[in-house]
């Protein structure tokens, strides 16, 4: 895997009521061409080919893998070439899920990812070692941002507000990693936080979304287990 480039703010104009962090500190490593160039290109085919099957559960649809397992899964294949970096952030393994969303019609507010169902039953808030994205597309819009603020339930999409952060460009093979205690969301096709559904059409933006846990977390199935989105089956 090549070594990590330095991340630098989303090219694309961000809303008037958005600004980079002025901290020299980054809080995210970023890798342009994270992946070898055949895996990705059989990784994004696959997903293509999924296209928006079963996307009204994207989100709740994720999977365990852990890193000594048998890989079962196109996505799981990423993992293992990703494998050091998340064994150097201390986790065993990875929750991974497709994130598939139109860029017109964001519904991702900002949010911590979580142990979801120990969460839910009223558990303690358990965060993943490290949270990560693979780009699989390029899109108008649709930057990754990433804070350390805490989501503000006054805002729109909970964005905290005056707003500091690191922003993501949707790229090809772009792989970014932060911390699994920040705080991230998407902005929408004019990379502005999503207030509403915009009126023309924007484009589907596609990634993989892979979470480093010291321990699995609860009621996640392995792929196999789930016996879904079987397009991804591989290797």
């Given at each position: 895997?090549?070594?990590?480039?330095?991340?630098?703010?989303?090219?694309?104009?961000?809303?008037?009521?958005?600004?980079?962090?002025?901290?020299?500190?980054?809080?995210?490593?970023?890798?342009?061409?994270?992946?070898?160039?055949?895996?990705?290109?059989?990784?994004?085919?696959?997903?293509?080919?999924?296209?928006?099957?079963?996307?009204?559960?994207?989100?709740?649809?994720?999977?365990?893998?852990?890193?000594?397992?048998?890989?079962s899964a196109l996505p799981e294949l990423a993992i293992l070439s990703l494998a050091g970096r998340f064994r150097?952030?201390?986790?065993?393994?990875?929750?991974?899920?497709?994130?598939?969303?139109?860029?017109?019609?964001?519904?991702?507010?900002?949010?911590?990812?979580?142990?979801?169902?120990?969460a839910l039953r009223g558990g303690p808030e358990r965060h993943p070692r490290l949270s990560s994205v693979l780009?699989?597309?390029?899109?108008?819009?649709?930057?990754?941002?990433?804070?350390?603020?805490?989501?503000?339930?006054?805002?729109?999409?909970?964005?905290?507000?005056?707003?500091?952060?690191?922003?993501?460009?949707?790229?090809?093979?772009?792989?970014?990693?932060?911390?699994?205690?920040?705080?991230?969301?998407?902005?929408?096709?004019?990379?502005?936080?999503?207030?509403?559904?915009?009126?023309?059409?924007?484009?589907?933006?596609?990634?993989?979304?892979m979470n480093g846990w010291a321990r699995r977390p609860s009621g996640v199935p392995t792929f196999a287990q789930?016996?879904?989105?079987?397009?991804?089956?591989?290797?």
């Amino acid at each position: 895997m090549r070594s990590p480039a330095p991340c630098s703010p989303c090219s694309e104009a961000v809303s008037p009521s958005l600004s980079d962090r002025r901290h020299p500190e980054r809080l995210v490593q970023l890798v342009d061409g994270a992946l070898p160039p055949p895996l990705f290109r059989k990784l994004r085919g696959a997903v293509m080919a999924l296209g928006t099957a079963g996307i009204r559960r994207t989100y709740e649809t994720t999977f365990w893998f852990a890193l000594d397992m048998r890989p079962s899964a196109l996505p799981e294949l990423a993992i293992l070439s990703l494998a050091g970096r998340f064994r150097d952030a201390g986790a065993c393994g990875a929750e991974w899920w497709l994130s598939r969303m139109w860029t017109h019609d964001v519904r991702v507010d900002f949010h911590r990812d979580r142990d979801e169902r120990l969460a839910l039953r009223g558990g303690p808030e358990r965060h993943p070692r490290l949270s990560s994205v693979l780009f699989l597309n390029r899109v108008q819009g649709g930057a990754l941002v990433v804070t350390r603020q805490a989501p503000d339930p006054r805002n729109p999409a909970l964005v905290p507000l005056p707003l500091e952060a690191d922003l993501v460009a949707p790229r090809p093979n772009r792989f970014v990693a932060f911390d699994g205690r920040l705080t991230h969301g998407v902005l929408d096709a004019r990379n502005q936080v999503p207030a509403s559904r915009l009126r023309k059409r924007g484009q589907l933006r596609l990634t993989l979304v892979m979470n480093g846990w010291a321990r699995r977390p609860s009621g996640v199935p392995t792929f196999a287990q789930a016996g879904v989105y079987r397009p991804l089956a591989g290797p």
